[in-house]
């Protein structure tokens, strides 16, 4: 069974910084792309970041410079190191493995963050 587990999230003032984690099943994890999505209430699902199996990474631009992604294989982890927050970052963050054949995708559970002013 496929499993991805977030933690991470929480209260934060405007400015901080947070990480959130993310370990993804073994049968998956170095076979995906792996991504942060995000969604505020009342707002789509957006990407946020996302990691390739290889070195190869992008952000949404609303996050360059503050965020920052990264993996480690040995783990099944991903990482999602946020600095400089800001209150519109504020809503559920969503782990994501994207498939790379076959393109099927898995979702974690979600993890809030909120971020005050």
């Known amino acids: 069974q496929v499993q991805l587990v977030e933690s991470g999230g929480g209260l934060v003032q405007a400015g901080g910084s947070l990480r959130l984690s993310c370990t993804a099943s073994?049968?998956?994890?170095?076979?995906?792309?792996m991504g942060w999505y995000r969604q505020a209430p009342g707002k789509q699902r957006e990407l946020v970041a996302r990691?390739?199996?290889?070195?190869?990474?992008n952000y949404a631009d609303s996050v360059k410079g503050r965020f920052t992604i990264s993996r480690d294989n040995a783990k099944n982890t991903v990482y999602l190191q946020m600095n400089s927050l800001k209150p519109e970052d504020t809503a559920v963050y969503y782990c994501?493995?994207?498939?790379?054949?076959?393109?099927?995708?898995?979702w974690g559970q979600g993890t809030q963050v909120t971020v005050s002013s």
């Open positions: 994501n493995a994207h498939l790379i054949v076959g393109g099927r995708d898995f």
């Open positions: 073994s049968s998956i994890f170095t076979i995906s792309t």
């Open positions: 990691a390739t199996t290889g070195t190869g990474t």
